[in-house]
């Protein structure tokens, strides 16, 4: 089945710009969606179809591709912006969803 | 708003079915726009899509879990359930229900339940 590969954390200074990238086998031809998960909540959605926010999602917030990596980008980085992060596509192949590994961030 | 809520047992033996289920309200299982899955997290990992169903009945399981999961829907009660069968220690997590969009195949989870937590345990 289709893998996605996320690096387990990424640190970011208050202000800053935190990008968290999510590989796997031309993911270029898939739709990414990103999803924000704080302690004990279930995840939120924040970015799908690559770029587009739902709904409450602030414009800090975007998707982009670059080969054969996906990223979330989030800007000017708040201590509300902690938590985990999960990259998901959908796996043509076997007709069902696809999370990556997940990937923490932390605010310094 | 849509909004999802999670049921059942906090506690299942081991060799035992763990059953779940997620009800509905704001929207409709039988909208023909969605589909309505299981999602679990064993603490401290990250989220594995186990199964969805379609209001029709049409279903999907993660090959990993295939033999021991089904999941249903009842149009009537706008709920849909899950039930995992000889479960063990693995099998604790917190397991979510989520509604799923799919458009030209792009798949995403646009509402999610608060997760219930299920331990396997004697």
């Known amino acids: 089945s289709y893998v996605l590969t996320q690096p387990p954390s990424v640190s970011v200074a208050p202000g800053k710009t935190a990008g968290i990238t999510c590989g796997g086998n031309?993911?270029?031809?898939?739709?990414v969606h990103w999803y924000q998960q704080k302690p004990g909540q279930a995840p939120l959605l924040v970015v799908y179809d690559d770029s587009d926010r739902p709904s409450g999602i602030p414009e800090r917030f975007s998707g982009s591709y670059s080969g054969n990596t996906a990223t979330l980008t989030i800007s000017r980085v708040a201590a509300g912006d902690e938590a985990d992060y999960y990259c998901q596509v959908w796996d043509s192949g076997l007709d069902h969803p696809v999370f990556g590994g997940g990937t923490k961030l932390t605010v310094l | 708003q849509v909004q999802l809520q999670e049921s059942g047992p906090g506690l299942v033996k081991p060799s035992e079915t763990l059953s779940l289920t997620c009800t509905v309200s704001g929207g409709s299982v039988s909208s023909g726009r969605y589909y309505w899955n299981w999602i679990r997290q064993p603490a401290g990992k990250g989220l594995e899509w186990i199964a969805y169903i379609y209001y029709s009945g049409s279903t999907n399981y993660n090959p990993s879990l295939k033999s021991r999961v089904t999941i249903s829907v009842d149009t009537s009660k706008n709920h849909f359930s899950l039930n995992l069968s000889s479960v063990t220690a693995a099998d604790t997590a917190v397991y979510y229900c989520?509604?799923?969009?799919?458009?030209?195949?792009?798949?995403?989870?646009?509402?999610w339940g608060q997760g219930t937590l299920v331990t396997v345990s004697s």
């Open positions: 989520a509604r799923g969009r799919l458009v030209a195949g792009n798949f995403y989870f646009d509402y």
């Open positions: 031309n993911i270029g031809t898939k739709s």
